[in-house]
């Protein structure tokens, strides 16, 4: 059964970076699924990050592509996410998840982590 | 961007009632629209993706439909615990994208 598990800072001054790990068990990430970081406000929606795949590959959303890196650790079989000069408006719970193969739904999904920025 | 807008935003029912949950996107997506459902504290739950398919673990009472620009999710018989929010999502394009969900309430 696979697992995934995010963990990080609970709290990020502004202008600092957000750095969170996705812990995955019960799959090697090396596998061949693509791996998305999702994140939602407090009381808003969803919103797609960017998603990477196992040798690197990685998309981005465009709205966040120049503050995001999302990389892969294989060896820890993990997942990482850095957000760049973070804002209040970066304040959410940060999910990651597993995505469908071919149909880009995300079918696993970590408990989340709540990361508020705040000086 | 592609832009998914569902309807209605806010839902009454009650158990029994059979619903239906629109997303309607700016461009066609072909087939390529997941359904989730969320309930509060927790994260999403994959319901539906590829537009029709079930997945696995997921009640038959829920059904997903449509192609191109217009989507439909329905429960054909409410059940106490599918009291949530509901969401949509287009694999579609770069980016991936959300509608901003359907909060689905006890009448």
């Known amino acids: 059964q696979v697992q995934l598990q995010e963990s990080g800072p609970g709290l990020v001054r502004p202008s600092q970076t957000l750095s969170l790990t996705c812990g995955v068990s019960g799959y090697a990430i090396s596998g061949g699924y693509y791996w998305g970081w999702i994140r939602q406000a407090p009381g808003k929606g969803l919103e797609w990050i960017g998603s990477?795949?196992?040798?690197?590959?990685?998309y981005y959303n465009a709205s966040l592509k120049s503050r995001v890196t999302i990389s892969e650790d294989t060896s820890k079989n993990q997942i990482s996410l850095k957000l760049s000069s973070v804002t209040a408006a970066d304040t959410a719970m940060y999910y990651c998840a597993r995505e469908i193969a071919g149909y880009g739904a995300f079918d696993v999904w970590g408990q989340g982590t709540m990361v508020t920025v705040s000086s | 961007d592609i832009q998914l807008t569902q309807s209605p935003f806010f839902l009454s029912a009650s158990v029994g009632d059979r619903v239906t949950i629109t997303c309607r996107a700016t461009q066609g997506i072909s087939n390529s629209l997941a359904w989730y459902q969320q309930k509060p504290g927790k994260a999403p739950k994959l319901l539906i993706y590829?537009?029709?398919t079930l997945e696995s673990g997921v009640p038959s009472r829920f059904s997903g439909s449509g192609s191109g620009t217009e989507f439909t999710l329905t429960i054909s018989s409410l059940q106490p615990e599918d009291f949530a929010t509901y969401y949509c999502?287009?694999?579609?394009?770069?980016?991936?994208?959300f509608g901003q969900g359907t909060n689905l309430e006890i009448k």
């Open positions: 990477i795949y196992y040798g690197g590959t990685t």
């Open positions: 590829g537009a029709s």
């Open positions: 999502q287009q694999p579609n394009s770069y980016p991936y994208t």
